[in-house]
């Protein structure tokens, strides 16, 4: 995961490492098996995300979490 003065956040799952739109985009167009993607690890991954980024950009760690919602319900 990168630091929380970085604009993207990147998650690092079993089955995918990357930025998380990128993850959406596949997941939405069906190019990845969401089997595969723990949403418990991509919480966890979140939650230190927000940790991080309180003091930064929370705005952005807002839109994140619209897209984890997505990949959840996706799921």
């Known amino acids: ?37 723990s949403i418990a690890a991509l919480a ?4 230190r995300y927000i940790a991080e980024a309180k003091e930064a950009r929370l705005e952005i760690a807002a839109e994140y979490l619209v897209m984890a919602a997505w990949l959840a319900y996706l799921k």
Do not use: C, N
């Not at 799952?13 to 997941?27: H, K, Q, R, T, V």
């Not at 966890?44 to 939650?47: I, K, N």
């Open 1 to 37: 995961m990168q630091d929380a003065h970085d604009d993207e956040w990147q998650v690092d799952l079993a089955g995918f490492e990357g930025p998380i739109d990128l993850l959406l985009s596949l997941a939405r167009d069906r190019k990845i098996d969401l089997t595969v993607i």
């Open 44 to 47: 966890d991954q979140y939650l």
